[in-house]
């Protein structure tokens, strides 16, 4: 199933919202995040992506999400440019667990391997 981020808007989360839908839907489930995004569709939450400060670069990506079974097209972007815009990072981190992915969603928000 396909929903585009365009169709969407952005929310600031709550920890209890950002934490049920990455227990719901990550792999890894939760983890605590002080920057907490997501895109609703339909009054539905259907993408997450949260942050915290990092000691050596500005931030980090902590986790990123769909709901299971949805891909929203966009998705990352459209919540990563937001980001950007009001928090205006001069350094972002994240990792890409490699026997999930390859991390190609990172070089499309732009991001550098290391």
């Not at 934490?19 to 997450?48: A, E």
């Not at 972002?92 to 070089?107: C, M, Q, T």
């Amino acid at each position: 199933n396909k929903i585009h981020a365009r169709k969407c808007e952005i929310k600031e989360l709550t920890s209890k919202e950002f934490n049920d839908f990455c227990m719901n839907n990550h792999i890894q489930g939760r983890l605590n995040s002080s920057i907490r995004l997501g895109l609703v569709y339909n009054q539905q939450l259907v993408c997450v992506i949260g942050f915290n400060k990092h000691k050596k670069y500005d931030y980090e990506c902590t986790r990123f999400c769909n709901m299971l079974n949805i891909n929203v097209v966009g998705g990352a972007s459209k919540l990563f440019s937001y980001f950007i815009k009001k928090y205006n990072p001069k350094s972002v981190l994240s990792y890409a667990d490699r026997r999930y992915s390859d991390g190609g969603l990172y070089k499309t928000l732009g991001f550098k391997l290391n």
